[in-house]
């Protein structure tokens, strides 16, 4: 029954080294801290946009540059079901602001001791055990409205993935630029 539960050690021991310095960073960059992400919410500290969307373009060109190396067979994109995907976002954004984590940063803050997300913790395994339990009605009422199947934007658009990283990265750019702006002090 579970002979194909677990990778092999060496699998085992990368994803736990990857964790390992990705906990790190998410805690050097403070995600990790409640007032961070909370602040985020309230438009006060842009400290988690900033990572993310760091990370999203860094992860974009990577992905991409290995594909087209030929270092990684494809892409496994997930079926894009925008009924589903919203109803999920929108519960995942109020755990977010009620508990001031999201499961990595609530990981990295166990890590550092914060007692208050291993309450969030336990709420997000018991979120995951009701959706595991709710998903055969989902799949039959919800998951049919907006379904899209396995498709990128660039796909959609029809056109290089590198033009939506330029985009994307240009975007990134002109908006840390602009946060910064703002948040300096206006002289008197």
């Known amino acids: 029954m579970f002979e194909h539960f677990f990778a092999d ?14 906990g790190f960073l998410l805690q050097k960059g403070g995600v990790t801290r409640y007032n961070t992400i909370v602040n985020q919410f309230r438009f006060r500290d842009f400290t988690v946009l900033k990572t993310m969307l760091t990370a ?7 992905i991409y540059t290995m ?3 030929g270092l990684i067979p494809g892409l496994s994109v997930k079926p894009a079901e925008l009924a589903m995907n919203i109803g ?8 977010m602001v009620l ?31 009701a959706y595991a339990e709710a998903y055969p009605f989902l799949s039959r009422t919800v998951e049919p409205f ?10 959609l658009a029809h056109t290089s993935p590198w033009m939506f990283i330029a985009g994307l990265s240009l975007f990134s750019v002109v908006l840390f630029i602009a946060i910064e702006r703002s948040a300096r002090p206006r002289p008197a």
């Open 56 to 62: 999203i373009v860094v992860g974009s060109i990577g």
């Open 9 to 22: 050690p060496g699998t085992l021991l990368l994803g736990a080294l990857t964790g390992l310095i990705f």
């Open 99 to 129: 508990l001031g984590y999201c499961p990595g940063t609530a990981l990295a803050a166990i890590g550092q001791g914060s007692r208050d997300a291993i309450i969030g913790m336990l709420g997000a395994l018991a979120g995951a055990a």
């Open 67 to 69: 594909l087209q190396a």
């Open 146 to 155: 907006a379904r899209y199947g396995k498709i990128t934007w660039p796909e």
């Open 88 to 95: 999920g976002g929108l519960i995942f954004g109020v755990g």
